[in-house]
């Protein structure tokens, strides 16, 4: 049974920093491309900030470029999402997400994941 489990949620000011994780079991998690999503009250759910399964190439949302940043421990089965200068604009749900995927492939163009977490909120006080 596959499970991804957040933590690291939190209520913080507007310029403050939180830091994520995500821990997997269940797979084997060096053959999964990871990332981390996020959902606002009445918004869809949008990509945030993926990683390659062997954690040489990441891709960002435009919205986050150069105030997150997104990591893993393949030995650890965890992922990690850094996020600097926090704004209230990210202010959300905050999803893991993992999809088996070859080695080489483009984790920007990645659609359909195959395992989500449960999610952990991020409020930011302005």
């Known amino acids: 049974q596959v499970q991804l489990v957040e933590s690291g949620g939190g209520l913080v000011q507007a310029g403050e920093s939180l830091r994520l994780s995500c821990a997997a079991s269940?797979?084997?998690?060096?053959?999964?491309?990871m990332a981390w999503f996020r959902q606002a009250p009445g918004q869809e759910r949008e990509l945030v900030a993926a990683?390659?399964?062997?954690?040489?190439?990441?891709h960002y949302a435009d919205s986050v470029k150069g105030r997150f940043t997104i990591s893993r421990d393949n030995d650890k089965k965890t992922i990690s999402l850094r996020m600097d200068t926090l704004k209230p604009e990210d202010t959300a749900v905050y999803y893991c997400a993992a999809k088996r995927t070859i080695l080489t492939v483009d984790i920007s163009a990645i659609s359909d994941y195959d395992y989500w977490g449960q999610g952990t909120q991020v409020t930011v006080s302005s």
């Open positions: 990683i390659s399964r062997n954690g040489r190439a990441t």
């Open positions: 269940g797979l084997t998690f060096s053959y999964y491309a």
